[in-house]
């Protein structure tokens, strides 16, 4: 079992930056895939961002360019630094963990985060 704790959502501007955290149990997340999904209200949860244990990363079209994932294997932490975030960036976001990551979706992770929410404001 691997537990998934999120940190840093909150409100801001637009424009603004925001990082996220996700520290994961150190059983066995170092061989894991790790990343952000996003769910904004009334609409299908999405894939923000993954990445591998040997750093390969993947980036949905909607944040590429201005979001950026990053890896501490030695902390079993994940971060998502959030740059330029429009109104559109509003979700809860939610740390996923999964043992693939060429079939990195929804279908395939294995645990999730309890989700932060990022508010983006005019």
């Known amino acids: 079992q691997v537990q998934l704790v999120e940190s840093g959502g909150g409100l801001v501007q637009a424009g603004d930056s925001l990082r996220l955290s996700c520290a994961a149990s150190?059983?066995?997340?170092?061989?894991?895939?790790m990343g952000w999904f996003r769910q904004a209200p009334g609409k299908e949860r999405e894939s923000v961002a993954a990445i591998n244990y040997t750093g390969d990363t993947a980036y949905g079209d909607s944040v590429k360019g201005r979001f950026t994932i990053s890896r501490d294997n030695a902390k079993n932490t994940v971060y998502l630094q959030m740059n330029s975030l429009k109104l559109e960036d509003t979700a809860i976001y939610y740390c996923?963990?999964?043992?693939?990551?060429?079939?990195?979706?929804?279908?395939?992770?294995?645990?999730w985060g309890q989700g932060t929410q990022v508010t983006v404001s005019s």
């Open positions: 996923a963990v999964a043992s693939t990551f060429n079939d990195w979706s929804h279908r395939t992770i294995a645990y």
């Open positions: 150190a059983s066995t997340a170092h061989t894991y895939s």
